[in-house]
């Protein structure tokens, strides 16, 4: 049941661009209905900012992943407008198992270190520090919150790589695509329609599809907030949405 907690973290990391802002959603799947629910919350003042983002399974996803829930929290300052990672830290809890990875950014020396350490039963399994192969001023949540400020939504099919620090399962890339406007049929077809929205999707390279690539499909706001997501193709899921309460 990880995988419900990629979905939950990737959707959350596109949904969020203003100074001050909470949004919670709901996660569903088909006929089993709701799998999980996030919130989130971005506290920034014109020199530094938090985001903290809580995601957890409900229903039928709850009882299969042992109560898995995670808790993203992001740190860091203010430059140009831009919000960058100073700290980025990821705790995960199912069952008797608990993980917590800290990452450092180094913008001085351009360099990343991971700390790592997990338990068992409240007794530590594995403890570990590295330094990833890639420096950036993102991570996984600043990119997607500072997404309005890196692309020009106005050039229909366009193609954007950003680096991530959370994202070492795909070399620290993330992938952006504007749509263009003869697509825009199946976006709406997906994702429903408004005249203050536009259109996104977000790629994704992991062994959790069917086909080789997941497609994260948005339709996001002017206020930068997406009101809904489509992830497709997820093995043994089919299509995954979330919509914003």
């Known amino acids: 049941m990880k995988n419900i907690f990629l979905v939950l973290t990737l959707l959350l990391g596109v949904?969020?661009?203003?100074?001050?802002?909470?949004?919670?959603?709901?996660?569903?799947?088909?006929?089993i209905g709701e799998i999980g629910i996030a919130n989130a919350v971005l506290t920034r003042d014109e020199n530094s900012y938090e985001i903290d983002v809580q995601l957890k399974a409900t229903g039928l996803a709850k009882t299969l992943s042992g109560g898995r829930t995670e808790h993203h929290i992001s740190k860091g300052h203010i430059e140009n407008g831009l919000m960058v990672s100073d700290l980025y830290q990821v705790i995960k809890s199912h069952g008797s198992k608990t993980s917590n990875k800290v990452y450092t950014i180094d913008h001085k020396n351009k360099t990343v270190t991971k700390k790592y350490k997990s338990w068992k039963n409240g007794k530590v399994k594995s403890e570990s520090t590295e330094k990833l192969k890639f420096y950036s001023k993102d991570d996984l949540l600043t990119l997607y919150f500072n997404l309005n400020k890196k692309i020009d939504r106005t050039k229909e099919n366009k193609h954007y790589t950003f680096l991530a620090v959370g994202a070492e399962k795909q070399d620290g890339k993330a992938e952006i695509y504007i749509p263009k406007k003869s697509e825009y049929s199946e976006y709406k077809k997906m994702l429903g329609e408004n005249n203050n929205s536009w259109y996104a999707q977000a790629i994704i390279h992991q062994n959790i599809f069917s086909s080789d690539k997941g497609e994260l499909m948005l339709r996001i706001g002017d206020d930068g907030v997406t009101q809904k997501a489509v992830l497709k193709d997820l093995i043994f899921f089919g299509d995954v949405r979330a919509t914003k309460l």
């Open 15 to 31: 949904t969020l661009n203003a100074e001050t802002i909470k949004a919670d959603y709901k996660v569903e799947f088909g006929i």
